[in-house]
């Protein structure tokens, strides 16, 4: 499974947008790029998944550029509710039996 | 609908004691997850299953064991507790690959503590 990259930690003011980044520069033709978020004393949330180009919900949008080699998660007007870990995953769907690798996420730290 | 549920939420034993964490899921999915979060570090996957009656090893499978006999629960078992096993554990489940159902749904965890 493509290895991910991702900066441990990340601050931010409520109202802002924030764009996390992941690099997975071995990524394979059949990778999705999955983001999962994970709150305190909870289990992850899936968010956001993509293939290509840019892909948009009620939540976030996902940004990947041609090559495929990052991506990145862009959270609009956080607000201090956002604060949570931010999983990037890379890998096929679903990973000839379920072999999600979880690196440690960025945490995100949303301030008033 | 309650989606995902752990039984129990906490649990503390003494080495050498044995456990089962019962994980159980009404949405119907064929694909069911244990995983386990330690401080500071993203999940690793324990053991998993790809339907009722199937198990298979995940990332750090020593000394756990896990059985499906129902499609809807997921049991993970310690048979001797060790201090090592002290961690977060997290039972997902979802659907099959390239279903609409195919991303992974996490319960709330349970939080076990070996002395």
């Known amino acids: 499974l493509a290895k991910t990259t991702q900066p441990i930690s990340m601050d931010s003011y409520e109202g802002q947008e924030v764009n996390i980044t992941c690099s997975h520069n071995n990524i394979a033709t059949n990778d999705y790029i999955t983001w999962y978020q994970q709150f305190p004393s909870q289990g992850p949330r899936f968010i956001i998944q993509?293939?290509?180009t840019k892909v948009t919900n009620e939540v976030a949008s996902l940004f990947i550029p041609a090559d495929r080699k990052s991506s990145t998660l862009s959270l609009p007007r956080v607000s201090l509710s956002d604060t949570a870990v931010y999983y990037c995953?890379?890998?096929?769907?679903?990973?000839?039996?379920?072999?999600?690798?979880f690196g440690q996420g960025t945490e995100l730290s949303v301030k008033p | 609908n309650a989606g995902v549920t752990q039984t129990p939420k906490f649990r503390v034993l003494k080495t050498g004691q044995s456990m089962t964490l019962l994980c159980a899921q009404d949405?119907?999915?064929?694909?069911m997850y244990w995983y386990r979060q330690d401080p500071g570090m993203g999940l690793r996957l324990i053991h998993y299953?790809?339907?009722?009656?199937?198990?298979a090893k995940g990332e750090v499978p020593d000394g756990y064991n896990v059985s499906r006999l129902k499609k809807q629960n997921f049991l993970l078992g310690l048979e001797s507790a060790a201090p090592s096993q002290t961690s977060v554990y997290f039972c997902?489940?979802?659907?099959?690959?390239?279903?609409?159902?195919?991303?992974?749904?996490f319960g709330p965890g349970t939080r076990l503590t070996v002395l």
């Open positions: 299953s790809v339907g009722e009656g199937t198990t």
């Open positions: 995953l890379v890998g096929p769907i679903y990973n000839q039996g379920g072999k999600l690798i």
């Open positions: 949405m119907n999915h064929e694909y």
């Open positions: 993509g293939y290509k």
């Open positions: 997902a489940s979802s659907g099959p690959p390239g279903s609409s159902t195919d991303t992974q749904y």
